[in-house]
């Protein structure tokens, strides 16, 4: 017996002795998973703010605490809609239809996709405690599948965002929403791809940068919060690609770097205010960059810039290789799509390009659709789609070759006021009731004041005289 015992004892004590000698002479080291680039994050209404963070891998991984700090600041959204037509998920929008939406400030803004509310007649929001409010629509950018949405309600728990560009392939990522009208799911995959384009928005501003991982994500997730491990909110939910109608794999969400300057936008002005370039942009091929000997199958090659835009101010011209934003490579067509969405009109930017085979740096002050720096407001997108037209001023070379100030007619919407004028795109208006018109403000700062009929009065570039084009404001 005293043999047994003296054994055990022996064990006992060669087992404590090579724990301590694991835990001084060779201690166990932190594994840091992430990251290099410091994590910026900030609430809704901040500028960016950087810190720097190590994460440091679990095993096995918990996700609990994300998904208990994020669950409170996602909501049910539902509408009543007027409208016909299909969602982005294939689902009918007539009668009423269900998303989610993400709170991003305790005084009611909340964001969700554009296809979520788009024709609504009512939207109803409803909190994770059960509370239920009716929300005011704020705006919305079709172009990025974004809306801004309010209630009025004070001290709502909401999301602090996190920095989109941190994010590697192969992170974890959590996905919350309401799938199914089930509350409050909380699913987890990993980033899959950046800078995802699926080819889904329409319209030439569409900005396709999408975060792709294998959240799964279904019907009435849209516009619900996709956040790392740290409960940071670093995308909203959009979309996923599907043959079955249901989640196969494969979802989308806008990057929240984008997302911050849209809804900032939107609650400030009601428009984005999108900041112009002025170049049209191929991707490059690997012929295209054989051609240019470059180093790598990388970048946005401009073949034409346009005249008196910032990238023509600048000095860009065609066969110019784009392949960086203020410091951010930029390898694809998305990726710099996604940088320069983030600028208003008047913003400086840092455009990197190769030129013939050299690198250089090339300083662009953006321009807004009217080829100038100034921020549009709702009241000016709002008249001028009433009446059905878009305008522009006109370049310094028009200006010289027609011998006239005014702004230019570039397109007219069908079965609107203008068209039943009888104009056509192209048109210069030089005048309205008989007072000179050099500007697209000036114009509409008319245009709110006045009431009955107006008169236009103008020029085609390559007819002699002068038309003129009446109808009613009212």
Do not use: C
């Not at 936008?265 to 170049?279: E, P």
Request: glycine share 10%.
């Amino acid at each position: 017996m005293k043999q047994y015992l003296l054994i055990a004892i022996s064990s006992l004590l060669s087992a404590v002795l090579a724990i301590l000698a694991y835990r001084y002479i060779d201690p166990p080291k932190e594994v840091i998973i992430r990251e290099t680039v410091a994590a910026r994050y900030t609430n809704f209404d901040q500028m960016d703010v950087s810190k720097q963070r190590l994460f440091l891998s679990a095993s096995p991984t918990d996700f609990s605490s994300a998904a208990e700090a994020v669950i409170p600041a996602v909501v049910n959204i539902k509408t009543i809609q007027g409208g016909g037509g299909f969602d982005l998920w294939g689902s009918a929008s007539v009668g009423s239809a269900s998303g989610s939406g993400v709170i991003i400030s305790d005084d009611g803004y909340i964001v969700t996709n554009n296809h979520v509310i788009e024709d609504s007649d009512e939207i109803e929001v409803t909190l994770n405690d059960k509370r239920e409010y009716r929300a005011e629509l704020i705006g919305t950018d079709p172009s990025t599948d974004l809306a801004l949405i309010k209630v009025n309600a004070k001290d709502l728990p909401s999301l602090e965002f996190g920095n989109s560009d941190s994010l590697r392939v192969g992170e974890w990522v959590l996905a919350i929403g309401n799938p199914f009208n089930l509350e409050s799911t909380v699913t987890s995959g990993i980033v899959s791809a950046k800078g995802r384009s699926i080819d889904i928005l329409e319209g030439q501003d569409r900005i396709e940068s999408f975060i792709q991982t294998d959240a799964a994500v279904n019907p009435g997730n849209s516009g619900g919060a996709l956040v790392n491990t740290n409960g940071e909110l670093i995308g909203i939910n959009t979309a996923i690609i599907t043959r079955s109608g249901r989640y196969e794999g494969y979802s989308f969400a806008v990057p929240i770097n984008l997302v911050r300057k849209v809804v900032r936008d939107l609650r400030d002005y009601g428009v984005v205010q999108r900041g112009i370039l002025g170049v049209f942009i191929d991707e490059m091929t690997n012929e295209m960059a054989k051609r240019l000997n470059l180093d790598a199958v990388e970048g946005v090659y401009i073949n034409r810039v346009t005249p008196d835009s910032g990238a023509d101010d600048a000095g860009l011209t065609k066969g110019d290789v784009i392949i960086g934003i203020n410091g951010v490579k930029t390898k694809t067509l998305p990726e710099m799509q996604e940088q320069l969405g983030r600028y208003r009109p008047g913003n400086a930017i840092k455009i990197e390009i190769i030129r013939d085979g050299n690198r250089q740096d090339v300083e662009v002050i953006l321009k807004n659709k009217s080829n100038s720096t100034a921020l549009v407001t709702a009241k000016n997108e709002d008249i001028l789609l009433d009446l059905g037209f878009e305008l522009r001023e006109l370049t310094r070379e028009e200006q010289r070759r027609l011998d006239v100030d005014g702004v230019k007619v570039i397109s007219i919407y069908r079965g609107s006021r203008v068209e039943r004028t009888n104009m056509d795109p192209g048109f210069v208006i030089t005048k309205i009731d008989n007072r000179p018109v050099d500007e697209v403000e000036d114009l509409v700062n008319y245009l709110e004041r006045a009431s009955g009929k107006i008169m236009l009065e103008g020029i085609y570039e390559g007819y002699s005289g002068e038309y003129y084009y009446a109808f009613p404001l009212d």
